[in-house]
């Protein structure tokens, strides 16, 4: 999980042009923000938590339109946006009883599933050298990626333990220091950047632009899904069901925690899918060990080298490791949709067009040149518009189709469902 929770202050980093050592300054504060979310979804402040074994991080959910965002209005937008649309989240959480009906495993399985096919682009530049760098696919850059990505693989399918489940991480050391040995790693911010700094608020100010806002807004809508899931699959590897009041405080968490966020200078904060299999995998649910592992997140968090170090990583490494994290977040989604949803006529027709029109305007962006710009920037990344498409047909769909096919999918109970994670 710490992979991904650098990957996306790496990536909106270089999108709008920062320094190395302003990069250097996002990853701690994003160490510092998911550490920090991590304690209050452990051992919660009044309703805010969850009191649930989540750790906290950086969500890549929010990526595509933030990156988006900080192209055409710059980093200052990208914090106001996420400031003020952190209150649809918070609404969610408050009144969770009644939007409950809304997030089945079958919108949340859609939204994940597109969380990582959206991404796929972006993990694809980085491997060639980053968009818009002079030797963009270069051989030297695709090698150093190629390197991570087998690694990688080779760690995941031939190991067992710690060595297969932070294959992504260990991929990534790897590179990195095939990279150091190649000389494409430049420490010199390294070796300035000081052994102890504390966040500065606002630090790269902060703006409030209406069409940003609403797409962002959005985009929490659909984050809260995936937090519904994350927190009653984690919770149902130890045989329960996740209660109301543990979803409720766990969606607050989130909502405050990106509030939070904002103002110190980190992106918005969610529960990581990579949870439910650590949790089932090590067979571990203990809050305070997600609580120690919070504490060593802010320690790092504190000390700028930490952040030069990463912030010098070639971007052929993260590309290598991201290909593959984007994947896996992929597969999450289908794991949902294949252990909690009947795949009857009307599920897979959701799960179809839901696909098709998230996807199709992630390919071809230009096909929505012409709409209004609010709704452009809206709709112009694909999780958006498919995650949106999968939460209304699963409303106005009937669940029953005239020839008699059964359609009482286990999507249409929301929770309870995921407590198939405790049979795997």
Do not use: C
């Not at 995941?156 to 260990?170: C, D, K, P, Y």
């Not at 519904?228 to 130890?238: C, D, E, F, L, R």
Request: charged fraction near 10%; hydrophobic fraction near 55%.
């Amino acid at each position: 999980m710490l992979l991904g929770n650098i990957t996306v202050p790496l990536v909106i980093a270089g999108t709008v042009g920062l320094t190395t050592g302003e990069t250097a300054y996002l990853v701690q504060m994003a160490l510092v923000v998911a550490g920090a979310a991590t304690l209050v979804q452990v051992y919660t402040i009044g309703p805010v938590g969850g009191r649930v074994p989540i750790m906290m991080g950086t969500s890549f959910a929010f990526l595509g339109t933030l990156t988006t965002i900080g192209e055409e209005f710059g980093l200052a937008t990208i914090y106001g946006a996420a400031l003020v649309a952190s209150v649809v989240q918070l609404a969610i959480g408050v009144a969770y009883e009644w939007f409950e009906r809304f997030f089945p495993p079958l919108v949340n399985g859609v939204v994940v599933m597109l969380i990582g096919l959206t991404l796929i682009g972006t993990g694809m530049d980085y491997a060639a050298g980053g968009e818009g760098a002079a030797n963009y696919g270069a051989l030297a850059n695709l090698g150093l990626a190629a390197f991570v990505f087998l690694i990688t693989l080779g760690l995941n399918q031939f190991f067992e333990g710690f060595l297969r489940i932070a294959s992504v991480f260990f991929g990534i050391v790897a590179g990195y220091v095939v990279a150091i040995f190649a000389g494409m790693v430049d420490f010199s911010q390294v070796a300035q950047a000081g052994w102890i700094a504390f966040p500065t608020p606002l630090e790269f100010g902060i703006a409030f632009e209406p069409s940003a806002i609403i797409t962002v807004g959005f985009v929490y809508l659909i984050v809260s899904m995936e937090t519904v899931g994350n927190i009653s699959g984690t919770v149902a590897v130890t045989g329960r069901n996740a209660t109301s009041s543990e979803i409720r405080g766990g969606l607050i968490g989130d909502a405050v925690m990106s509030a939070v966020a904002a103002i110190f200078n980190a992106f918005p904060n969610t529960s990581f899918a990579q949870n439910v299999g650590l949790v089932n995998f090590t067979g571990v649910a203990s809050r305070h060990v997600v609580g120690i592992a919070g504490g060593i997140l802010i320690v790092f968090g504190f000390v700028p080298k930490v952040g030069a170090l990463i912030g010098a990583m070639p971007d052929p490494v993260l590309g290598g490791g991201a290909l593959i994290l984007f994947a896996m977040i992929f597969i999450s989604g289908f794991e949902i949709i294949h252990r909690d949803v009947d795949l009857t006529r009307r599920n897979t027709t959701i799960i179809a067009a839901s696909m098709a029109l998230g996807l199709g305007v992630e390919f071809r962006p230009g096909a929505i040149e012409y709409l209004p710009e609010t709704l452009k920037l809206l709709f112009h990344h694909g999780l958006v518009l498919g995650g949106l498409a999968a939460l209304v047909l699963n409303i106005v769909l009937p669940e029953s189709v005239p020839d008699g096919d059964n359609t009482t999918a286990k999507s249409d109970h929301p929770v309870p469902s995921e407590t198939a994670d405790g049979d795997d």
